[in-house]
């Protein structure tokens, strides 16, 4: 459904590379997620595929047309959502439907089944001027307006960013559903956490991919063994792990560190309660866990 | 000196009849890491008006620094040191010039901002980037450099509004390292964001909903009153009941 070969970017006449040789595809019915901080190039990859801005080098097709050639379909087909809410804020929330439908050559009613469960939360307030709504009400709208003309690919660049987690909780929940109605989604976020709910993802850092695949498999693909540690004092126990002559990373990861040690090491577990004991730590805690994403990405930054 | 930074009592904040702030009491103690968490629209941004000065409260009482929300405004803002998400820096001016005007607004002298700006570059590793504007930095790099002329001053206390939001993993643990080491050096930090991983770095975390503070203890023991083996789901248990929803 897309597809990106060799894609490059830059932006003040060369200086600033932010999409670095990117190549990627994503299937039909697909949920992929484009995971990566801010600079990261998620929008401008989002941009590219979209029409509205030109790659450097390489080629890229949304469901088969090409970007360049074919920009007029593809603007038919698709559906948009960028970062920054971009609806008319002086229009109401029913006549900015009304104006995104018109624009697509429909109506509200002909495709009202698709954007019903999302609609009917924001419907009390259609009257409303956009500019007026609350930021969840704006994204769940902007949402309606990029779901309107039924696209066959729906790109949305960070619709989570500054949402608390209640709130992201319930974009997600929406997103599947769009799933499984059919229709193919890219998503991109800064949250690591948000990776595990993709189909498939990128890992994306400085315009340049990390690691394409399932969320599983990108974790599979962590082979060491990751450790969680946590004591009475998290201080002093962060300074005496990274003095451990054993210790290959450290950080922090909520209430625990999270710790990766050499692997040439006999019963390291027992080693390292011993010399953390020895440095006079109590309510020591350490188990063995399994990677997250954020853990993986820490990796992969860090290689 | 006193022995709380911030004193608050049933500090309420209206706008029309819309309760923004609802009776919000709480202590945040010297050198301490103090996460405020709110779902979107809870009253957070309003109740840190309040406490910075920018916004008088409708009800209630508050002291920052041991002067009152209410008649000492100029003093507190004196006393504080504010950066957030949105803005931090001057975009188009310099490295060393955002040092120095920020250095400046916060009545440091010139001998003081020249010290505590090669200190500050030195501890940052921005040697090579002091002719570079701003706005050509990495965020992550941004935000670390925005939090250490937030407390050039040595304010008695930082207020950070979503310090890390869109950061990279490697920078946002970067970030709070210097968070620990102000934290360590007595300065008391407020702060809130939308990563529940950092709510766990906080040595005490309060929960609002809708305009009140439903939770506040350290983050072991909401866990414990909540029978949750992560923030995350102790927010969730708290939040996902909220009428509001706002930015």
């Given at each position: 459904m897309v597809q990106l070969n060799n894609i490059s970017k830059t932006y003040n006449k060369g200086s600033t590379l932010a999409v670095d040789n990117v190549s990627f595809s994503v299937d039909k019915g697909e949920l992929f997620g484009l995971i990566g901080p801010d600079g990261a190039g998620k929008t401008s990859i989002f941009r590219i595929l979209t029409t509205l801005l030109l790659p450097d080098t390489g080629t890229a097709s949304v469901t088969g047309l090409d970007i360049i050639k074919d920009y007029k379909a593809i603007r038919n087909g698709v559906g948009y959502m960028p970062g920054r809410f971009s609806l008319y804020q002086d229009l109401t929330v029913e006549e900015n439907l009304n104006f995104f439908a018109t624009l697509f050559n429909t109506t509200i009613r002909e495709n009202y089944e698709l954007i019903k469960d999302i609609y009917i939360q924001i419907e009390p307030f259609k009257t409303r001027r956009a500019g007026k709504l609350s930021g969840g009400m704006k994204q769940k709208l902007a949402l309606c307006c990029a779901l309107i003309h039924k696209p066959t690919v729906l790109f949305l660049d960070e619709p989570t960013t500054g949402v608390d987690a209640v709130s992201r909780k319930e974009f997600w929940e929406m997103l599947k559903r769009l799933k499984e109605q059919g229709i193919t989604i890219l998503v991109s976020t800064p949250y690591m956490d948000e990776a595990t709910l993709c189909d498939r993802i990128a890992l994306i850092q400085t315009g340049k991919i990390l690691s394409i695949d399932t969320p599983e498999k990108i974790i599979k693909q962590f082979q060491e063994q990751l450790y969680a540690v946590k004591s009475g004092n998290m201080y002093k126990l962060l300074n005496d792990l990274k003095r451990y002559e054993y210790i290959s990373s450290c950080y922090p990861f909520g209430e625990f560190f999270h710790v990766l040690f050499k692997n040439n090491v006999h019963n390291i577990k027992t080693e390292v309660m011993n010399y953390l004991k020895s440095k006079g730590h109590e309510q020591l805690e350490m188990h063995s866990i399994p990677p997250t994403i954020e853990d993986c990405f820490i990796k992969l930054m860090t290689h | 000196m006193t022995t709380t930074v911030i004193k608050t009592e049933n500090l309420t904040k209206r706008f029309g009849d819309f309760i923004a702030v609802d009776k919000i009491s709480f202590e945040v103690h010297p050198g301490e890491i103090f996460g405020f968490l709110g779902a979107n629209g809870a009253g957070k941004t309003t109740a840190m008006r309040m406490l910075c000065g920018l916004s008088i409260p409708s009800n209630g009482f508050a002291t920052v620094a041991g002067y009152d929300v209410y008649k000492e405004t100029e003093q507190i803002k004196k006393s504080i040191g504010y950066m957030s998400q949105k803005f931090s820096l001057y975009e188009d001016l310099t490295v060393t010039e955002n040092i120095h005007f920020f250095g400046g607004i916060y009545g440091l002298s010139d001998k003081q901002i020249k010290e505590k700006s090669t200190e500050l570059i030195q501890k940052l590793e921005l040697e090579?980037?002091?002719?570079?504007?701003?706005?050509?930095?990495?965020?992550?790099?941004?935000?670390?450099?925005?939090?250490?002329?937030?407390?050039?001053?040595?304010?008695?206390?930082?207020?950070?509004?979503?310090?890390?939001?869109?950061?990279?993993?490697?920078t946002r643990r970067q970030f709070w390292d210097l968070i620990y080491d102000a934290a360590d050096k007595g300065i008391t930090v407020f702060v809130t964001t939308h990563y529940m991983d950092e709510a766990e770095y906080c040595h005490r975390v309060s929960i609002m909903v809708d305009g009140s503070i439903k939770a506040l203890d350290s983050p072991s023991a909401l866990k414990k009153q909540f029978s949750a083996d992560s923030m995350d789901k102790v927010f969730y248990e708290l939040a996902r009941g909220a009428k509001r929803s706002d930015n």
């Open positions: - | 090579d980037q002091t002719k570079k504007l701003v706005k050509t930095l990495p965020l992550g790099w941004k935000q670390k450099l925005a939090f250490s002329v937030a407390i050039i001053h040595q304010p008695q206390i930082v207020f950070l509004d979503e310090p890390t939001g869109g950061v990279d993993p490697v």
